[in-house]
């Protein structure tokens, strides 16, 4: 289950990222893109800290096509980057949805580097 925004709000960078990233990477895998997308859409950009920001954009690139309003949600990220006078450019390259596709090949060969999964009881 996502963690409520409040709580995701109130952690610092190390807590916020871990309390997200697994959550969010599980729903990526199970193809849960409409909580996917509702979630990213509520979030609000000047409560997030920047790593948290990009623990979204990094978790949900292999399928960024497939969630409707993230594309929305890099723009909004690439805005704040801005006005926090950060390199966007450098620092979310290839997060993008144009990045989508290298990633999925990247992801792709790294997957066969991974022992199987176990069946589940």
Request: glycine share 6%; net charge negative; with cysteine.
């Amino acid at each position: 289950m996502l963690p409520s925004y409040e709580t995701l709000y109130a952690l610092n960078d190390r807590e916020g990222v871990h309390a997200l990233f697994s959550p969010l990477f599980d729903a990526v895998e199970a193809e849960r893109f409409e909580e996917i997308d509702a979630y990213i859409a509520g979030l609000e950009i000047p409560r997030m800290t920047t790593s948290l920001m990009v623990c979204v954009l990094g978790a949900t690139l292999t399928v960024a096509s497939r969630i409707p309003g993230r594309q929305d949600f890099y723009d909004r990220v690439y805005a704040r980057f801005v006005e926090l006078g950060r390199d966007a450019d450098k620092v979310l390259k290839g997060l993008s949805v144009d990045g989508e596709r290298r990633a999925a090949e990247a992801w792709g060969q790294i997957k066969t580097l991974l022992p199987p999964k176990a069946p589940k009881s």
